[in-house]
């Protein structure tokens, strides 16, 4: 199963939007809705900010939305603010019955 | 509160065995999928295996496929991960992660995780 393209690296000012994007396939991406985000800062667990395409668990911020076309993903926070710089990863389950993971997004907030 | 508590990491040689465990709370355990998922040194994230609510379905990631046995006892809410011939590659922090459902679908809430390292 082959990681799902995520950028490298985005960033932003603060109070701006950036978004992330996620691209899969058919088999993941493309065939499910459980399409997930986490917030990994360093040292730290990973964080569910998004799950089933677009719903945000309770506790995370409305600044973070997610959305899907295809077998495309995104990830957007709007109104950066300097907490929000950490890595950020894309996840879906698969045809398989496995999960696969994008290889992560460093984002810095300027 | 929902609390996952990995344990049993630690140096191990190449070849060699080791089992992590990972204790739950603060939720009905068996109404809830469990999986493993770990992090190489400075590498991202990468899904290892999962267990159904009833322990009736595991699934693995194929790099340790016939290598590594997920189980669980529900009746002292821990999921272990069994892990053999392992190889350098195998090095890295290993998560357990609570899922949102009974089968496998979304990795909810994630323990501290516990480093495994394997050298000679």
């Known amino acids: 199963q082959s990681a799902l393209t995520q950028p490298a690296s985005v960033s932003g000012s603060p109070g701006q939007s950036i978004t992330i994007s996620c691209t899969g396939t058919?088999?993941?991406?493309?065939?499910?809705?459980?399409v997930s985000w986490f917030q990994q800062h360093p040292g730290k667990a990973p964080k569910l900010m998004i799950y089933?395409?677009?719903e945000r668990p309770s506790g995370v911020s409305h600044r973070f939305s997610g959305s899907k076309s295809g077998n495309m993903a995104s990830l957007t926070i709007s109104g950066l603010q300097a907490e929000d710089g950490a890595d950020y990863y894309c996840?879906?389950?698969?045809?398989?019955?496995?999960?696969?993971f994008g290889g992560g997004t460093k984002l810095t907030v300027l | 509160e929902v609390q996952l508590l990995e344990s049993g990491g630690g140096l191990a040689q190449p070849g060699g065995s080791l089992r992590l465990s990972c204790a739950a709370s603060?939720?009905?355990?068996?109404?809830?999928?469990m999986n493993w998922v770990r992090q190489a040194p400075g590498k991202g994230l990468e899904w290892v295996s999962g267990?159904?609510?009833?322990?009736?379905?595991?699934h693995y990631a194929d790099s340790v496929k016939g290598r590594f046995i997920i189980s669980r006892d529900n009746s002292k809410n821990t999921v272990y991960l069994q892990m053999n011939s392992l190889r350098a590659e195998d090095t890295a922090i290993y998560y357990c992660?609570?899922?949102?459902?009974?089968?496998?679908?979304?990795?909810?809430?994630w323990g501290q995780g516990t480093l495994v390292t394997v050298s000679s």
């Open positions: 992660a609570k899922d949102l459902d009974i089968v496998p679908t979304i990795l909810a809430f």
């Open positions: 603060g939720f009905t355990f068996s109404s809830y999928a």
């Open positions: 267990i159904s609510g009833s322990g009736g379905g595991t």
């Open positions: 058919s088999s993941d991406v493309g065939a499910y809705n459980y």
């Open positions: 089933d395409v677009n």
């Open positions: 996840n879906s389950y698969t045809s398989s019955n496995t999960f696969v």
